[in-house]
């Protein structure tokens, strides 16, 4: 049963401090999703990789966010300094485009809740 | 900007059918999704829609109309387990590449 894996599931950590979130995708999906979900906001894509390459992070605050694909398996989102309205519950989803089609399903993985004090 | 609006909340019965509507307003549309999202949990997909029409999976079926800028989802003979947010996403595109908006979601709640 293949999922998609994130670590730490919750985060508590004052704010000026950084925070590393991590993801690793499910084998064989070549496309890798950040999301952002607040009771404001609603849900929100920050950034997303295909193959290993950033193709969009418009939605992710460029000053103090970035995320990083260092190999296939693995996925990382980073916040220097964090502060509380970063405080949010942050989503890795992980989906297989194939060359021709226009498939995209995702799948979620559990979140990390993130509370910046 | 993009404008996704759908209702907040919607109640009805066990065995019944609901309709959840999304309308948009977006330029280069390039498809639109729904997930479904149980308190506390990550949102699950369901469907995916990008030419005009319905597309039937189980009791879930999601239309759209690209010209009305609307999209239903219609879940049928409902079980307690549908209750659950609903979300709406658009897709579009952009010079950049594609985007991705969510509306805020229709909470849906399913009584005995």
């Known amino acids: 049963d293949a999922r998609v894996t994130q670590t730490p599931r919750h985060k508590v950590t004052e704010m000026g401090q950084e925070v590393t979130m991590r993801c690793q995708p499910i084998l064989g999906h070549n496309t890798v999703f950040w999301y952002r979900q607040t009771m404001m906001q609603g849900l929100e894509l920050l950034a997303y990789?295909?193959?290993?390459?950033?193709?969009?992070d418009s939605g992710m605050p460029k000053d103090r966010f970035s995320a990083e694909m260092p190999d296939a398996t693995l996925a990382t989102l980073k916040i220097q300094p964090s502060e509380p309205r970063d405080s949010a519950v942050y989503f890795c989803?992980?989906?297989?485009?194939?060359?021709?089609?226009?498939?995209?399903?995702?799948?979620f993985g559990p979140g990390t809740r993130l509370t910046v004090t | 900007g993009q404008n996704i609006d759908q209702p907040t909340e919607m109640t009805a019965t066990e065995g019944a059918i609901v309709q959840i509507n999304c309308t948009y307003q977006?330029?280069?549309?390039?498809?639109l999704f729904w997930y479904q999202q149980h308190a506390g949990e990550a949102p699950t997909f369901l469907s995916y829609?990008?030419?005009?029409g319905l597309e039937e999976k189980g009791r879930f079926s999601s239309f759209l109309s690209r010209s009305k800028g609307y999209s239903y989802l219609l879940l049928k003979e409902l079980q307690m387990k549908d209750s659950a947010s609903y979300l709406c996403a658009v897709r579009y595109f952009k010079a950049a590449g594609n985007k991705l908006t969510f509306g805020g979601g229709t909470r849906v709640l399913v009584k005995p």
């Open positions: 990789f295909r193959n290993r390459a950033p193709l969009d």
């Open positions: 989803a992980s989906g297989k485009r194939e060359p021709g089609t226009d498939s995209y399903e995702q799948y």
């Open positions: 829609n990008v030419l005009d």
């Open positions: 977006t330029s280069g549309f390039n498809g």
